[in-house]
């Protein structure tokens, strides 16, 4: 295998400099005040650029699949702040028998009963596959912690639990990656309100992100506390400035991609030949089928009312 487990993955020391750095308020490059200042990148650029690292995100995938790696991705962040169209972005051309996404509903009430982290280890990756968590099993320092969803002694026994969950993965040889989105509470808002309006997108909305609301100070308080306890050596966390989409998406997939050693693997050129003469078939009569109706033809020949 091409990649260390044991050790980190090409450009990672940099980027985690970068994430410390992040994580104050101090002017600088990588500083989250001197980010969320900047201007939405340019549609333009965005495209180009986000294309080139989807394609190496599919040779990516491919060496994953080759050398049978195991790559998880966690997802994290704020309601609304584009955790789920980064994913869209990461998966759109990857192989799905290869990449999957994992987002859980509410614990059933047997689950309930079971070892906290116990259903999420049926979802981690198996040799050859890419698994990206659309949020995990950090509900339990979020929304389960704030909202009261479990006891105190239940949230302190998480945190005692969890670095030592994680090590065991890293020493299995799991890639781990952990992302936390980060927007502020007045961009949080506006992207609530404007999916009031927008029948595309209401599904997104639910009694939580009114709680979102009430309680950002509350969340803000739990997050600090869970990096306090879970930002390791083993398992560090990295903060994706989310105020503008764009930006979030392109550093995401390009911090990922730097975090990984993967190397490109060749393969052999698929030929098509050249079809075989049909020999003793004659093709059934059209009108046997039932066929869908040609509604695109509609669009094209509008009929005037």
Not at 67 to 93: N, P, Q
Not at 98 to 106: D, Q, T
Not at 172 to 194: C, M, N, P
């Amino acid at each position: 295998m091409a990649h260390d487990s044991g050790g980190a993955g090409k450009g990672r020391d940099g980027h985690r400099d970068g994430h410390k750095d992040g994580r104050k308020d101090g002017p600088g490059k990588g500083s989250g005040r001197s980010a969320r200042k900047r201007a939405r990148l340019d549609a333009g650029l965005y495209e180009a650029e986000l294309l080139r690292l989807q394609a190496e995100l599919v040779a990516l995938q491919e060496w994953v699949r080759s050398t049978g790696a195991r790559v998880l991705v966690i997802f994290e962040g704020r309601d609304a702040a584009g955790k789920g169209s980064a994913i869209k972005r990461v998966t759109e051309y990857l192989n799905p028998r290869f990449a999957r996404i994992v987002a859980l509903p509410a614990p059933t009430e047997r689950q309930r009963g079971e070892w906290y982290f116990q259903r999420y280890v049926a979802h981690l990756p198996a040799a050859g596959e890419i698994v990206l968590m659309d949020r995990s099993w950090y509900n339990r320092a979020g929304v389960e912690h704030v909202m009261g969803f479990c006891t105190p002694a239940e949230h302190k026994r998480f945190l005692a639990q969890c670095p030592v969950f994680e090590r065991l993965l890293v020493q299995d040889g799991i890639l781990l990656l952990k992302y936390w989105f980060s927007i502020s509470h007045a961009e949080q808002e506006r992207r609530f309100k404007s999916r009031l309006d927008d029948p595309m997108r209401q599904w997104k909305l639910s009694p939580m992100d009114r709680e979102a609301i009430l309680r950002w100070e509350d969340y803000s308080r739990a997050k600090d506390e869970m990096f306090v306890q879970t930002d390791t050596a083993e398992s560090p966390w990295y903060v994706v400035e989310a105020e503008d989409k764009r930006r979030a998406r392109i550093n995401l997939i390009a911090h990922l991609l730097a975090s990984i050693d993967y190397t490109e693997v060749r393969t052999e050129p698929v030929t098509l030949p050249e079809r075989p003469r049909a020999i003793n078939y004659t093709r059934p009569p059209r009108e046997l089928f039932r066929y869908v109706p040609d509604h695109a033809a509609n669009l094209e020949n509008p009929v005037d009312d």
